[in-house]
């Protein structure tokens, strides 16, 4: 990434990221013109927009720690549009089990959510998405407090807790890939514990953010 | 048609007839060989098979050869629904022998190809129901089991029959992990097992069985979940214990001996009262037995349906 501050060269970068961030959604679109979503396809799109949107959630959670640690503080212009993407992704997983895995069939989903515990921690997990997506319009942010805001997109590492656990409970056998998705989030939770406030009085607070 | 002790034969006496071969699959383990370059579309060891067509009339689409073949759990290659697609093919099905032992009067090993000889085979179109809640209408070819059960003359102590499938993580990448208890193990009731629908199959397709739906030989049980049609068998056991099987000693609470079809049973995460029948876009109703209840019903009749799962 370069210093630069040509407009054309950010708006370049600009799209670059965008077109990454949509890049697995436009590859489903494509897979579905091709006939490429395996002889099962719902099953297919609902399990890959579902692995996006926890693939989302670990690239924000990612963000801030490669621009403070990774030294590139550029990346943090563009972590409000990864965590959009990471609702974007999570919204379309939960609007194709109801309309397409469930027919909109409330009663069969209302069950699932009351009897099956990996549906019940995945609706709350989409539940307290929603008010982050909402606060990140510019509008809704500037009338809260910075440290409102702050307060409430922690619950970002809530949720990605959540959604491992949510893909944990539903895999048969194979826990390897919830598993390392586990080890991936808990890596990027510790790397914001304030570890250096054990070793000195002085908090460590811009790691928290 | 029994073999003593059939001779080891080293890799290079090995044909190629097993070496299912398609367009993806690649040849990763099989050393040796120099098998590099692969064949267009049609496989090269899919025989045409001689047998009677089917005569159980099914008024539903069969599914398409290709998502029969490109779409299942066969976890000794791997977790994935395309994996056995992708590495079945390092598997080899020639020379195979079934080994028939416990309590029955003519145990042995017993050759594929005399058992394909000896037995006349018949094309049975069925609905299969996969515990996951998918389903497919599978044309197979193949032999009754009651039919190799009454030529091994079982003892009047076996109750059940217990299977293996191969166990070799050499031929079956999958078995390199332990998601499951290796060799793959399921299990019926004698009287399940006699039952006239239930059949070994060695076809699908009027053709030889592609390596990742069983080859050479599998079980089909049409009123059970799929997962009891345990595939590439290498063990047959008469046993007058209920043997273990190796989705109920993974999770008990979710996956029962019986495992018949059974829309009023919930498995723990989903409901089975639908199924998606793979090319279909709305979901069907899940029938009781798979759709064969008047058949089969009898079997269970003074058992609690509830536990039947």
Partial sequence: MGREKRPIRARLESALVWLLCAAPLLLILAWGFTGDLTANPVEFVLRDLGLWGLRFLCLTLAVTLLAKYGRMPRLMRYRRRIGLWAFAYVALH??????????????????????????????????????????????????????????????????????????????????????????????????RMPLGSLFKSAGNRAVQR | MLIRNAPDLSDNDVTDHGLYIRRRQFMAGVAGLGLAACSGSSPASAAALKFRPNRMPIDEAKTPLGDVTSYNNFYEFGTGKEDPAKYAGMMRTRPWTIVIDGLCDRPGRYAIDDLIKRFPLEERIYRMRCVEAWSMVIPWVGFPLASLIKAVAPQSGAKFVAFETLRDPRQMPGQRGSVIQWPYREGLRLDEALHPLTLLAVGLYGQTLPNQNGAPIRLVVPWKYGFKGIKSIVRIRFTDKRPQTSWEMLAPREYGFYANVNPAVDHPRWSQAKERRIGEFFRRKTLPFNGYGEQVAGLYRGLDPRQLY
Avoid: C, Q
Avoid at chain 1, 183 to 191: D, E, F, H, N, S
């Fill in chain 1, 94 to 191: 939960l609007l194709t089990y109801v309309v397409i895995a469930h027919e909109f069939d409330w009663a069969e989903i209302a069950t699932d959510i009351a009897k099956r515990p990996y549906i019940t921690i995945g609706m709350g997990a989409f539940a307290l998405l929603v008010p982050l997506a909402v606060t990140s319009a510019n509008a809704v942010r500037r009338k809260m407090s910075p440290k409102a805001w702050r307060k409430l997109h922690r619950l970002i590492y809530l949720i990605a807790i959540m959604g491992v656990i949510h893909y944990f409970l539903l895999v048969k056998a194979d826990t390897s890939s919830p598993l390392l998705y586990g080890g991936i989030v808990l890596v990027l939770l510790a790397a």
